[in-house]
């Protein structure tokens, strides 16, 4: 079955560290770019980050130096480490996987996400 | 970064109606232009890509149009499992790509 399955979701302090998964199954890893989106409880779909097939990686302002996101394809795995996190970041953070029209890009297949609480 | 406004932000229909959802970009963002639905609890799932083009799976009562800033989401005879929230979102200024706020289909 083509599907992405997140983890490492939690509790976590102001300041604190977490890593996320995501763990990839029914298509070639290696050949899509990767992006994580979050979720705020009731509110819209934001944009995290995203890593390409040749380990380029792109992130907004909001999380750029605090958040990183990594691949390893041997393992069909996508991660983000977030680290110095805000009591902002909580979420639930979904993997996505991107295809393309020309370059007209969507995102095709999504996880079910994982929440991210960030509270002392 | 382009911003994505959608409008409106929330509308009462009824079951067999015609809805239509608009997505305005702040600059062009040509025909780069998705729609997404989801459902409560549930993830983003794809409806529309590259402005018109109907995902595979997904009804034909689903439609989009439009190109530079300005772009439409119709479902033509509304039924029961599409009271959702429908997102726009804009790929043309990768890698910064934006959402629209959301726009909530409920019942009247």
């Known amino acids: 079955e083509v599907q992405l399955v997140e983890s490492g979701g939690g509790l976590v302090q102001p300041g604190g560290s977490l890593r996320l998964s995501c763990a990839a199954s029914?298509?070639?890893?290696?050949?899509?770019?990767l992006h994580w989106v979050r979720q705020a409880t009731g509110k819209g779909l934001e944009w995290v980050s995203t890593?390409?097939?040749?380990?380029?990686?792109y992130y907004p302002d909001s999380v750029k130096g605090r958040f990183t996101i990594s691949r390893e394809n041997a393992k069909n795995s996508l991660y983000l480490q977030m680290n110095n996190l805000r009591v902002g970041d909580t979420a639930v953070y979904y993997c996505?996987?991107?295809?393309?029209?020309?370059?007209?890009?969507?995102?095709?297949?999504w996880g079910r996400g994982t929440l991210v609480t960030v509270s002392s | 970064d382009i911003e994505m406004t959608q409008s409106p932000s929330s509308l009462s229909a009824s079951v067999g109606d015609r809805v239509t959802i608009t997505c305005r970009a702040s600059?062009?963002?040509?025909?780069?232009l998705n729609w997404y639905q989801q459902k409560p609890g549930k993830a983003p799932n794809l409806l529309i890509y590259?402005?018109?083009n109907l995902q595979s799976g997904v009804p034909s009562r689903f439609s989009g149009s439009g190109s530079g800033t300005d772009f439409t989401l119709t479902i033509s005879n509304l039924q029961p499992e599409d009271f959702a929230t429908y997102y726009c979102?804009?790929?043309?200024?990768?890698?910064?790509?934006?959402f629209g706020g959301g726009t909530k289909v409920e019942i009247k």
């Open positions: 996505a996987r991107a295809n393309f029209l020309g370059l007209r890009m969507y995102f095709d297949l």
């Open positions: 600059q062009s963002v040509r025909d780069y």
């Open positions: 890593i390409g097939t040749s380990d380029d990686t």
């Open positions: 029914g298509f070639t890893f290696s050949s899509y770019d």
């Open positions: 979102q804009q790929t043309y200024n990768l890698p910064q790509l934006t």
């Open positions: 590259g402005a018109s």
